[in-house]
Nanobody
Framework: QVQLVESGGGLVQAGGSLRLSCAAS????????MGWFRQAPGKEREFVAA?????????YYADSVKGRFTISRDNAKNTVYLQMNSLKPEDTAAYYC??????????????????WGQGTQVTVSS
């Protein structure tokens, strides 16, 4: 498995932006598809975005964040990012980075992740 550490969470006003980072170690980063998930209090964890292995040419998003969030990766830095713009109070949650070995696709973007970070809190005030 790969070890993951998230950073970049915080408190922001509605309409603002944040960029989350997830640093990976322990394995060849480019061999892993990466994802972001979130969990709000009292709710189940939900898929946010995923990016394919290798050069990350393919990305996938939950409908709730499409057009506002962008996932990207820098294999030289072993890091995946989540740029979050036009934030809404309903985006408030703990955000988790996740990894799975190999490719992902539109059909499998939200499943199969077996390495997880500890999470970073994002709070959006109205």
């Amino acid at each position: 498995q790969v070890q993951l550490v998230e950073s970049g969470g915080g408190l922001v006003q509605a309409g603002g932006s944040l960029r989350l980072s997830c640093a990976a170690s322990g394995r060849t980063f480019s061999n892993y598809a990466m994802g972001w998930f979130r969990q709000a209090p009292g709710k189940e964890r939900e898929f946010v975005a995923a990016i394919n292995w290798g050069d990350g040419a393919n990305t996938y998003y939950a409908d709730s964040v499409k057009g506002r969030f962008t996932i990207s990766r820098d294999n030289a830095k072993n890091t995946v990012y989540l740029q979050m713009n036009s934030l809404k109070p309903e985006d408030t949650a703990a955000y988790y980075c996740a990894a799975k070995l190999g490719a992902t696709s539109a059909a499998s973007a939200a499943v199969g992740f077996d390495s997880w970070g500890q999470g970073t809190q994002v709070t959006v005030s109205s």
